[in-house]
């Protein structure tokens, strides 16, 4: 049953092979001083980084350039961030790369006016952002994470070694994205199908809690299996535009408010792996892939009813003469079918993760409740074996 909810997504998008004229739309609308985050280097060898300054300076924007945002941004690189979109007297923070850049620029948004040490407000206390906030863009060159329609921002500090995401509220999503699906042409396999496996995982964290009837399933059902279906196609011939423009836009939609309104949530993999990648740096969803099997199949018992459900509507396993058991754990077996073969790491050993680092690893996975299953610490290390 739905409760009752207000609904608003703020983000414009511009979806598309021509989709970056949106940013001469939108540049307008800000001030001059414009700061361009992106990451290692890829923006430039692809060449989106020259498009993207001609048509900065062809609006006249002076450039704030911040370079070597890298996956999983650190504490410390929003500190500098934040300094330099102060200093510059910046308007606007355009996010040119994948779901890092756009996190760290909504991090940066919200700390430059912030007087204090952004790490702990925002993420260790979770407080709300109460200072001038720097309105964010993002040029997305990397499918997964949503970051470019909703309000997250995940901030990794490796002296801690904690990784944790703060959800943000309407003022902190972007204020519009700019998706063309051909930009994401040149991602390596790896972070590709990483990628896949994150919007999967984003699904399946919304979907698999609650006893409802819930539109937001059926929605969700929806979007996985279109997923899988231009996942196959997709990770054997990466420059499908078909298959990778689905996939972008069922990204967008995995994690952007719709699928998870009004219904309980779980998350608690991604907990997991955001533990996992406070000890290794692995990729995000790579970090995901290694714990869900495990995990689902610690849960399944309790959450019986939707994990058959999930395998009759998702993955087309017959119900027929089966018990609800043999029915979920025959679609638990298509999900880990799928994962092989489009090649996600399938245990912790191959992210670096070792014995040693169990304890650790447990006492950074913040434990929800919106699941099926509550986990104990005892639970969560033995799901992390069950991973290795
Ligand atoms: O740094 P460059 O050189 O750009 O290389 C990147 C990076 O190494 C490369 N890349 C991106 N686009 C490319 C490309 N290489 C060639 N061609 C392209 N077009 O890919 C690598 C990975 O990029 P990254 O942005 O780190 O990946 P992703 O989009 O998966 O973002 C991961 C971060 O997002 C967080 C994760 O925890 C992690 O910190 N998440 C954010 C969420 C949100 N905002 O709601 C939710 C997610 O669950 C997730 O936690
Ligand atoms: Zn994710």
């Known amino acids: 049953m739905l409760g009752d909810f207000t609904y608003c997504n703020p983000t414009r998008l511009y979806f598309g092979r021509n989709a970056l004229d949106g940013l001469k739309q ?11 985050t992106y990451g290692g280097g890829s923006v430039k060898k692809s060449g989106l980084y020259d498009s993207i300054v001609a048509i900065l300076k062809s609006a006249g924007k002076n450039i704030v350039d911040l370079p070597g945002v890298m996956s999983n941004p650190t504490s410390e690189k929003l500190i500098e961030g934040a300094r330099l979109a102060r200093e510059n007297n910046v308007d606007l923070i355009l996010a040119v790369g994948g779901g890092s850049v756009c ?57 801690q070694k904690l990784k944790i995401g703060h959800v943000f509220g309407d003022s902190v999503f972007p204020k519009f994205s700019v998706l063309n699906p051909e930009y994401t042409f040149t991602i390596p396999q790896y972070q590709m199908v990483a990628g896949f496996f994150d919007i999967m995982s984003h699904i399946m964290e919304q979907y698999f809690s609650g006893t409802d009837d819930n539109t937001s399933d059926y929605l969700s059902e929806g979007l996985m299996r279109s997923l899988v279906h231009s996942s ?14 689905n996939i972008m836009w069922t990204a967008t939609w995995a994690l952007n408010t719709l699928v998870g309104m009004a219904k309980t949530q779980d998350w608690e993999v991604h907990m997991l ?50 018990s ?48 099926y299953r509550k986990l104990t610490r005892e639970e969560v290390i033995e799901i992390l074996k069950e991973s290795m």
């Open 26 to 36: 939108e540049l307008p609308k800000y001030g001059p001083n414009v700061m361009l």
């Open 273 to 322: 792996g955001h533990a996992v990648g406070a000890f290794t740096n692995a990729t995000h969803g790579m970090t995901l892939a290694a714990v869900s099997l495990a995990y689902y199949r610690h849960i399944m018992n309790d959450g019986l009813k939707k994990f058959a459900r999930f395998a009759v509507n998702v993955w087309g396993v017959n119900p027929e003469g089966k």
């Open 103 to 159: 996190d760290y620029s909504k991090a940066v948004s919200v700390s430059a006016y912030y007087d204090g040490d952004p790490w702990e407000k925002y993420f260790l206390k979770m407080e709300e952002p109460e200072c001038r906030i720097i309105p964010v863009g993002c040029v997305l060159t990397m499918v997964g994470t949503g970051s470019e329609m909703n309000g997250g921002s995940v901030i990794t500090n490796h002296a």
């Open 324 to 371: 609800d058991s043999q029915v979920a754990d025959e679609g638990l077996k298509a999900l880990e079918t799928w994962m092989r073969e489009i090649g996600v790491v399938m245990s912790l050993k191959e992210l670096g993760v070792t014995e040693d680092m169990y304890g650790g690893i447990a006492d950074g996975t913040f434990i929800l409740e919106g699941g």
């Open 232 to 245: 196959r196609i997709a990770a054997k011939n990466p420059t499908d535009y078909e298959a990778r423009s």
